[in-house]
């Protein structure tokens, strides 16, 4: 198995749209077919869904623990947080690409511009978009990241995407802190002193993560603005 260094795909995909999937059920809100022409990572338990991601990201030991029937079956390529150990010895065959977490303070700087260390963010997310700024995938364009998983359990709707009524089995889906506000709020600006587009795709009105301000498309204005033809 090849174990490389996130960073030594910096810039790699420059001038290629790209999709962060997180886990929330706006992910099943959509149409699949909207992410083909597009560079794609998700996070966690994205395999369970219709949609196979380009990379899988995950840094939390209990996902590899229960969900690794899913990241056996995967073929694409892992994004993993270097401190995680295990999943050495149970996923196999694959490239994987660790990247490190930097305990400073948030900076101005765009994530990742000199170092493959990436700020720590708190959720999986939050991980994933700053690997696809540093890859500066660009636009890069956000669904399943809505911090609305308390609001659905009150109403006893599934909190994640993939839940059918049944215990999701999952420690995430925290409600939205002032903490998760400072960090996506700071990344967008980031983003955009850097000339890096960054979208909410998600349909759901009244998420929580609306309060960060990120300019919002549909996932077919995105598809139909950004897909090579």
């Not at 749209?17 to 909207?34: E, Q, T």
């Not at 260390?117 to 995938?137: E, F, H, V």
Request: a positive charge.
């Amino acid at each position: 198995m090849l174990v490389q260094r996130a960073g030594i795909l910096k810039g790699k995909f420059a001038g290629n749209a790209g999709i962060v999937l997180g886990n929330s059920p706006s992910v099943n809100m959509v149409d699949p077919k909207y992410f083909d022409p597009f560079i794609t990572i998700g996070v966690n338990r994205i395999l369970r869904s219709e949609i196979t991601p380009n990379f899988i990201l995950f840094c939390d030991k209990g996902v590899v623990d229960r969900e690794l029937p899913w990241f056996k079956l995967y073929e694409g390529n892992y994004i993993i947080y270097d401190h995680l150990t295990n999943w050495r010895g149970r996923i196999e065959g694959r490239p994987v690409f660790e990247f490190g977490l930097d305990a400073g303070r948030i900076k101005d700087d765009i994530p990742l511009s000199n170092t493959d260390k990436i700020k720590r963010a708190g959720t999986s997310p939050g991980y994933a978009i700053q690997i696809a700024a540093l890859w500066r995938l660009n636009p890069i364009g956000l669904i399943g990241v809505d911090f609305n998983a308390q609001e659905l359990k009150k109403e006893n709707k599934d909190s994640h995407f993939y839940g059918k009524g049944q215990d999701v089995r999952s420690s995430g889906g925290g409600r939205f802190e002032g903490r998760n506000q400072v960090f996506f709020s700071w990344f967008l600006q980031a983003c955009i002193k850097e000339g890096i587009q960054v979208y909410d795709l998600s349909p759901i009105e009244d998420a929580p993560f609306k309060k960060c301000g990120y300019p919002r498309l549909t996932i077919e204005e995105f598809y139909d603005k950004y897909r090579k033809v």
